[in-house]
């Protein structure tokens, strides 16, 4: 077991559900609970720790509603904030989300000065901005879970389309966390062959929709919120990377400094992780085709920073 101490901040349905994983796993030793919900918090931090138990691992889950009890982190992931209902894009969530995520580096950042900032709160590209414009902190420190999630769902509905024999999918989602994301869809291989070759235009435009539009779908069918066990999984394997300082590579939200031709901006894109967070921004040969739509899913995030800006000059978020 690791002496490791990891915070969620927002212990709702993801938040709840990464502690669960957490807790069971033995990654870490204590996993620290933050929301405004205390007695809804107090609760999951019993039943989680009891999960713990029932694997015979000492984890202990504690419930913090003080700045000194929330402290000395590894890895902190944000989760605090509304989720979408029916009929409601990522960018409805702008204004409110901000103010969250920003409060929160006002409560824990101090006590927590080598924390991993995690950003999982939506719209995700522009929390990762705001996070970042807050912190002040480097590129390495604060992040988003999005792209691995985004990922799942590619294999998920390519995986549907598959009527061969395989071992392995090899595939990744760049772009923002939006139905403008990009699916590299020319770059997949099942095992070693190109999934293009596969299967016929159809089946591929249909693995595209399903993908750009997969959290739109569970949205719809749960109707009071948002998915929750894949996107606390992703974070999971993304907190579990860090800690064994695996190098493994996931798709992140990162603030780009001249990596496919964009600055100062975050996007998602793969990236190895470790001990220190973000080790390396990696650089794909992308085509023509494949630029313009980055291109095309950046101007998401560009509107919605804009937005942010618009309105911090009018109100002061
Ligand atoms: N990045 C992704 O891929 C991804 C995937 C799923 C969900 N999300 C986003 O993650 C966020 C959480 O989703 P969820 O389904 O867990 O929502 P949820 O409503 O179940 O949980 C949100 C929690 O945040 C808490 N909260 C609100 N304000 C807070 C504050 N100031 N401090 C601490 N806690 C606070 C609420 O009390 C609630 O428990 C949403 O914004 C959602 O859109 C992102």
Do not use: W
Not at 104 to 120: G, L, P, S, T
Not at 142 to 163: C, N, P, Q
């Amino acid at each position: 077991m690791n002496d490791i101490t990891i915070g969620i901040i927002g212990v709702g349905n993801v938040g709840s559900t990464l502690a669960f994983n957490l807790a069971i796993s033995g990654l870490c030793n204590t996993i620290l609970l933050k929301d405004i919900r205390e007695d809804f918090t107090k609760a999951m931090a019993l039943d989680i720790s009891q999960a713990a138990k029932a694997s015979n691992n000492n984890t202990k889950v504690k419930a913090c509603f003080s700045k000194d009890e929330f402290k000395n982190c590894k890895i902190i992931i944000i989760t605090a904030g509304i989720a979408r209902k029916p009929n409601m894009s990522r960018e409805d969530l702008l204004l409110t989300n901000t103010k969250i995520v920003k409060n929160i580096f006002d409560e824990v950042q101090e006590q927590n000065k080598d924390a991993i900032f995690i950003i999982v709160s939506n719209p995700l590209d522009t929390m990762v901005y705001a996070a970042l414009e807050k912190s002040k902190l480097s590129r390495n420190r604060v992040f988003g879970m999005a792209g691995a999630l985004d990922t799942s769902r590619f294999k998920h509905y390519i995986e549907e389309k598959l009527t061969i024999n395989y071992k392995n999918i090899d595939a990744l989602v760049i772009g923002s966390h939006s139905n403008k994301m990009v699916p590299l869809i020319n770059h997949v291989k099942i095992d070693d062959k190109l999934l293009i070759d596969i299967l016929n235009k159809e089946d591929i435009n249909y693995i595209l929709e399903n993908t750009q539009n997969g959290g739109a779908k569970i949205v719809e069918l749960l109707k009071t919120g948002s998915a929750y066990f894949a996107p606390a999984h992703c974070c999971f394997l993304m907190c579990k990377a860090i800690i064994t300082d695996s190098k493994d590579v996931f798709s992140c939200s990162v603030k780009l400094l001249g990596e496919y031709n964009y600055n100062d901006l975050p996007l998602g894109v793969p990236c190895i992780l470790g001990k220190n967070g973000i080790e390396e921004v990696l650089e794909l040969e992308l085509s023509k085709e494949e630029l313009d739509e980055l291109k095309n899913s950046m101007s998401v995030i560009e509107n919605s920073i804009n937005l942010l800006k618009g309105v911090k000059n009018e109100t002061n978020i």
